[in-house]
């Protein structure tokens, strides 16, 4: 285990765009494979993997994962260098403002238009949405940015954020389809929830 352990952070520190992507794309894919299983489960229809929406998935963990959060950390990191409080809320706020409005946004945006949505239903998803998505960011990511800026390398960061990003795309992927679901399962449900039936797996 510490041998696979030392080969992971190597290959990280060498090709991190590479190792974060694939990481996120796994990652992103299996969170919308999940989320797709729970929306079946009072469904009558038989169980089926719809492929175009689990591959979006799966391109959003890898824009995310290989190619924002790793210049975001460091850009976070040159703006409030430490680890003294003062940074870490400085770093773990700014994170929030920007992926919790933006990043959120984006990826629910994506999802939409990559499984075929229009747009105008895009936009109307999005708006309805969001405020309970930035009410479950701040729940969720603000104590986890709060230690992760505190104690997580910032070459290693990506990782431990895409596996917490695990149980979030989830709950994304399930509320931004949550408009195309029949009536009784056409509400967002609350962070408890969608976290809950993931929970049990070993982490945007």
């Known amino acids: 285990m510490h041998r696979i352990a030392a080969v992971w952070l190597s290959a990280l520190q060498r090709r991190p765009r590479l190792v974060n992507g694939v990481q996120g794309g ?4 299996t969170g919308d494979a999940i ?14 993997v719809d492929a175009r929406r689990l591959a979006g998935a799966s391109a959003l963990g ?31 706020c700014s994170d929030v403002l920007l992926l919790g409005i ?3 946004a984006t990826s629910i945006s994506g999802r939409l238009l ?8 895009v936009t109307r998803s999005v708006r309805e949405t969001m405020p309970s998505v930035l009410v479950n960011e701040v729940r969720v990511w603000l ?3 709060l230690l992760a800026f505190r104690f997580v390398p910032t070459a290693v960061r990506p ?24 009536a009784v399962l056409s509400r967002a ?15 945007k």
């Open 26 to 29: 796994f990652l992103g894919g």
């Open 35 to 48: 989320a797709q299983r729970l929306e079946r489960r009072a469904d009558t229809e038989p169980a089926r």
């Open 62 to 92: 890898v824009l995310f994962s290989g190619f924002i959060y790793p210049p975001l950390y460091a850009l976070l990191e040159g703006l409030w260098p430490g680890t003294a409080f003062r940074a870490v809320a400085a770093k773990a």
């Open 102 to 104: 933006f990043g959120n």
């Open 114 to 121: 990559l499984a075929g949505r229009a747009p105008s239903e």
């Open 143 to 145: 104590p986890y940015n």
């Open 159 to 182: 990782t431990t954020t895409a596996f917490l990003s695990l149980l979030w795309q989830v709950y994304i992927s399930w509320t931004a389809h949550a408009s195309s679901r029949p």
């Open 189 to 203: 449900p609350t962070q408890e929830t969608v976290l809950a039936p993931a929970a049990s797996r070993p982490p």
